[in-house]
């Protein structure tokens, strides 16, 4: 798959961030970003140019877009597992911060 051709989506904009401007950095699209945290969102956001219809607070609009082949998790440990699998039933490539889970 080339760069060109990936859509990602960010879980997490607290470590996230540095991953998100990577992906935009080697030319990957942006499908949406998400955080709990809607001045995180506002803030990266706008800092790379990325439309508010592109945010949101519910990391399953991430799972199940259809655009979105690439998904970069940055949250919690404990919540690795749960957004692991669910992104892997909906097809998508993932890049998780570690842990992947706690047990």
Do not use: F
């Given at each position: 798959?080339?760069?060109?051709?990936?859509?990602v989506?960010?879980?997490?904009?607290?470590?996230?961030?540095?991953?998100?401007?990577?992906?935009?950095?080697?030319?990957?699209?942006?499908?949406?970003?998400?955080?709990?945290?809607?001045?995180?969102?506002?803030?990266?956001?706008?800092?790379?140019?990325?439309?508010?219809?592109?945010?949101t607070?519910?990391?399953?609009?991430?799972v199940?877009?259809?655009?979105?082949?690439?998904?970069i998790?940055?949250?919690?440990?404990?919540?690795?597992r749960?957004?692991?699998?669910a992104?892997l039933?909906?097809?998508?490539?993932?890049?998780?911060?570690?842990?992947?889970?706690?047990?």
């Amino acid at each position: 798959m080339k760069v060109e051709n990936l859509v990602v989506g960010v879980i997490g904009l607290g470590m996230g961030r540095a991953h998100l401007e990577g992906a935009i950095k080697y030319g990957a699209q942006v499908g949406l970003i998400c955080d709990t945290n809607p001045a995180k969102l506002k803030e990266w956001g706008e800092k790379n140019s990325i439309p508010e219809e592109k945010w949101t607070t519910d990391w399953h609009d991430i799972v199940n877009n259809k655009d979105i082949n690439v998904v970069i998790i940055a949250t919690p440990d404990q919540q690795h597992r749960e957004q692991i699998e669910a992104l892997l039933a909906a097809g998508k490539h993932i890049m998780c911060e570690k842990p992947l889970a706690l047990t």
